[in-house]
T-cell receptor
Framework: GIQVEQSPPDLILQEGANSTLRCNFS?????LQWFHQNPWGQLINLFY???GTKQNGRLSATTVATERYSLLYISSSQTTDSGVYFC?????????????FGAGTRLAVHP | DAGVTQSPTHLIKTRGQQVTLRCSPK?????VSWYQQALGQGPQFIFQ???????QRGNFPDRFSGHQFPNYSSELNVNALLLGDSALYLC??????????FGSGTRLTVV
């Protein structure tokens, strides 16, 4: 099955700093999503981005499907950005899609 | 527009008991997937339901079973609970070829 690797595993930032999170995947995919998991366990969808570039406020993401990686950029980080960021990819199997998650990047933003 | 709703939010069960978790998908979504997330790990795919049938299954024993109803809602059943079944159980809904939306999860503790 598809393997998903995220880096770095842990990241500590001062408020206001910028960061880049990376997601590598081992096979062609037709779905890639970035999620933020808050301390209560809720997975918040940040981007649905199987290819291309998207931006939403201080966050942006780029997926280069041909090279099998995706990047999540966080600019001017805030303490509320703390939590775990997951990359999840999906590929069709028998006509049905399922998401495979990476191990996550744990981000702590200090004031 | 209601998102994915799960119930209950928390549950404590004794080893050997059976448990049923419930999920209502986001309006307009027809596919429901279940994930298990152990502490400090990424979500692991359990199975996916579409048109009231299990379409894909992850590496979970037969003690884990599910059902999808005509209104697309779903249940996850776990029999003969083990201490290792303690985890956050996440439900996600989707349409084919679209992104997934996750519920807030059910935190199951087996004692």
């Amino acid at each position: 099955g598809i393997q998903v690797e995220q880096s770095p595993p842990d990241l500590i930032l001062q408020e206001g700093a910028n960061s880049t999170l990376r997601c590598n995947f081992s096979d062609s995919v037709n779905n890639l999503q970035w999620f933020h998991q808050n301390p209560w366990g809720q997975l918040i969808n940040l981007f649905y981005i199987p290819s291309g570039t998207k931006q939403n406020g201080r966050l942006s993401a780029t997926t280069v499907a041909t090279e099998r990686y995706s990047l999540l950029y966080i600019s001017s980080s805030q303490t509320t950005d703390s939590g775990v960021y997951f990359c999840a990819v999906g590929g069709f199997s028998g006509g049905y899609n399922k998401l495979i998650f990476g191990a996550g990047t744990r981000l702590a933003v200090h004031p | 527009d209601a998102g994915v709703t799960q119930s209950p939010t928390h549950l404590i069960k004794t080893r050997g008991q059976q448990v049923t978790l419930r999920c209502s998908p986001k309006s307009g979504h027809d596919t429901v997937s279940w994930y298990q997330q152990a502490l400090g790990q990424g979500p692991q795919f359990i199975f996916q339901y579409y048109e009231e049938e299990e379409r894909q299954r992850g590496n979970f024993p037969d003690r884990f079973s599910g059902h999808q109803f005509p209104n697309y809602s779903s249940e996850l059943n776990v029999n003969a609970l083990l201490l290792g079944d303690s985890a956050l159980y996440l439900c996600a809904s989707s349409l084919k070829r679209s992104g997934y939306t996750f519920g807030s999860g059910t935190r199951l503790t087996v004692v």
